[in-house]
């Protein structure tokens, strides 16, 4: 199995900046796509930003020309620049992992436990 951790949450001002970080670890045989998810209270998780390994990116409207993906394949790890945050970038932010299976058959899905994201003055 794969573990994921996130980390780089916290509190910051509108107009601020954040950088989120996950490390995948375990059981990895070829991490296909890594990305980021969102979900703030009383709304549905949506799509932050993605990237494959072979660096093609895809964004939320609501994100892009704001947010950066970029990831480090040797060390399994993914990153989410954060810039001109709003008070509605406000949620959890959950690390995603997509990995091959080791027959090259399937793609299997998994999440990291997620860091919060506060934007407030």
């Known amino acids: 199995q794969v573990q994921l951790v996130e980390s780089g949450g916290g509190l910051v001002q509108p107009g601020g900046s954040l950088r989120l970080s996950c490390v995948a670890s375990g059981n990895i045989f070829n991490l296909y796509a890594m990305g980021w998810y969102r979900q703030a209270p009383g709304k549905q998780r949506e799509l932050v930003a993605s990237i494959t390994s072979g660096g093609t990116t895809n964004y939320g409207d609501s994100v892009k020309g704001r947010f950066t993906i970029s990831r480090e394949n040797m060390k399994n790890t993914v990153y989410l620049q954060m810039n001109s945050l709003r008070p509605d970038d406000t949620a959890v932010y959950y690390c995603?992992?997509?990995?091959?299976?080791?027959?090259?058959?399937?793609?299997?899905?998994?999440w990291g436990q997620g860091t919060q994201v506060t934007v407030s003055s």
């Open positions: 995603h992992a997509e990995d091959e299976t080791s027959d090259y058959t399937d793609f299997e899905d998994f």
